[in-house]
């Protein structure tokens, strides 16, 4: 895969890091691992108050068109944490809290800006995400998949908190969360449909967790299931329920290869509004697969990842899953699947954080599809 020759990534991943006008010998410095004298940001992001990740961003999905923007990632460190790298030790398994603010847009006028802010208290008993993002997203829309695409338009503010307390010394998290959300959804048409709503959310779940880094895990587990109630009384003009429950697992075959699983199966009630189904209806969510493509009631999908490690930085991997997406009128016998195949590369670009970046290339069912990663794909 010409993609992945050494030469480009290479600089790809310097025109990432070396983002000031001129990079002096001292700076160079700072983004060489005395470990094995190659491109590594830890000693730049954890050492500097004031360093950073600036993370491009390339936009490549069918749903919204080519396009881009930036990212930048702030790690904030806990002084245990730093105690520990400082004298030598692997800390890669020690969560870090993680600051962003981003912008992107793309060719069919999609964008969207904001920030969030990752953060994990208390020798990491306590995780909390919270953001604030603003956007419009001009999609295709299949309300009726036999009768083809149309044109949706969907702009507002998204505001989240999340938050998760681990249970003990054990590996499992009970979580809240609440988030708000308003917008206006415009359907072409013969007359376009215009839409306003808002959207108020409360949700619980009950999660496990033992994967030993949290942005690209080799080994491991994350479980989870949460349900949601979107109410009136949270804020919104919608009362409806959402269920989602996923497990990603992470194993070592050998010392060069791994391997990772993914279930996913997500529902809502039948008791959704047609103004909050527009978007709030789950959809299968794959690589390779366009945003909101398969839309309905339930969705149920599966993940295999083989990858194989070159080296202690250089990782190739090849992908493959299968999704459907059903309605609660609907048999198994009536529910088509949709396949989905590929193959991508990571390097370790972070070793003290376990960061790697790197780029998929999907084939779904109508089109091939390639993706900047930041981590892992899930």
């Known amino acids: 895969m010409n993609k992945t020759h050494t030469s480009s990534i290479t600089s790809l991943l310097a025109t990432a890091l070396f983002s000031a006008p001129y990079v002096h010998a001292g700076l160079m410095d700072s983004f060489i691992d005395p470990d094995d004298g190659r491109i590594d940001g830890s000693q730049f992001i954890l050492d500097n108050a004031v360093g950073f990740l600036p993370i491009p961003l390339t936009v490549t999905d069918p749903a919204v068109g080519f396009g881009g923007g930036a990212a930048l990632l702030f790690f904030h460190e806990s002084e245990e944490r730093k105690a520990k790298r400082l004298a030598g030790e692997h800390v890669g398994d020690i969560p870090a809290s993680v600051s962003g603010v981003m912008a992107l847009g793309t060719s069919n006028g999609s964008n969207m800006v904001g920030g969030f802010h990752s953060g994990n208290w208390l020798n990491d008993r306590v995780r909390y995400l919270g953001g604030i993002f603003s956007a419009t997203f001009n999609l295709k829309f299949y309300p009726i998949p036999e009768l ?81 109630h979107h109410r009136k009384a949270f804020g919104g003009q919608f009362n409806y329920q959402k269920y989602h429950a996923y497990v990603h697992n992470y194993r070592r075959l050998s010392e060069d290869w791994g391997l990772g699983l993914r279930a996913d199966a997500k529902s809502i009630s039948d008791n959704v509004d047609f103004s909050a189904s527009i978007y709030a209806k789950p959809f299968v969510e794959m690589r390779g697969i366009a945003a909101m493509r398969y839309q309905a009631d339930n969705t149920a999908l599966g993940e295999v990842e083989l990858s194989y490690d070159i080296d202690d930085r250089w990782t190739v991997l090849a992908f493959a899953g299968a999704g459907a997406a059903f309605d609660h009128d609907q048999s198994l016998a009536q529910t088509k699947l949709h396949y989905t195949r590929g193959g991508g590369f990571r ?32």
């Open 347 to 378: 390097y370790l670009l972070a070793r003290q954080l376990g960061l790697k970046m790197g780029v998929d290339v999907a084939k779904g069912p109508e089109e091939w599809t390639t993706y900047i990663q930041f981590g892992g794909a899930w």
């Open 148 to 228: 083809g695409a149309t044109d949706l338009s969907l702009k507002g503010s998204y505001f989240f908190q999340d938050l998760d307390v681990r249970l003990g010394d054990s590996n499992f998290f009970v979580g809240g969360s609440y988030s708000y959300m308003s917008s206006e959804s415009t359907i072409a048409g013969q007359k376009d449909l215009n839409i306003d709503s808002q959207d108020g959310r409360l949700g619980w779940r009950v999660s496990y967790d033992s994967r030993n880094n949290q942005f690209a895990p080799r080994e491991g587990t994350k479980a989870q299931f949460q349900v949601d």
